[in-house]
């Protein structure tokens, strides 16, 4: 596939899978051996199992696209995460706070499909604004 095509898939991928939490078209998107988050996912059920989780804890969950650049099998998505943690996101009690920032995940692609994904997500500003950690002091 082309970097566009790769790019296409990455895009449909955040929007039906991660946004919607539509599964219908996963088999087109990504491979069943999907791999990613630290390994803590070797599968797409198990992706389902953990964003159908993560959805309860934050209902209205958000991933906003800002930005993609690939090259070769490789797809690199800049977007802003958002949601309100009402069920106990991050490990930590629910604060029925907002929240919102950026994560850049690196898609590697096979035979045309999502095959791993690692996610870096700025958890430090996200634990901020839902009060698990004091703000940075203004200059």
Do not use: W
């Amino acid at each position: 596939m082309s970097i566009e095509e790769n790019k296409e898939v990455v895009r449909r991928y955040i929007e039906e899978i991660l946004n919607n939490l539509d599964y219908s078209n996963a088999d087109e998107l990504a491979d069943k051996d999907f791999f990613g988050m630290g390994g803590t996912i070797t599968s797409i059920e198990e992706h389902k199992q953990y964003f159908t989780d993560q959805r309860e804890k934050i209902p209205d969950i958000r991933n906003n696209l800002i930005e993609m650049i690939a090259e070769g099998d490789k797809v690199v998505a800049i977007s802003m995460v958002s949601g309100t943690d009402v069920g106990g996101a991050f490990n930590h009690p629910p604060t029925d706070k907002y929240f919102d920032c950026k994560v850049i995940a690196v898609y590697t692609f096979r035979d045309g499909k999502i095959a791993k994904g690692e996610i870096l997500t700025d958890a430090i500003t996200a634990y901020q604004q839902l009060g698990f950690y004091p703000p940075l002091p203004e200059e």
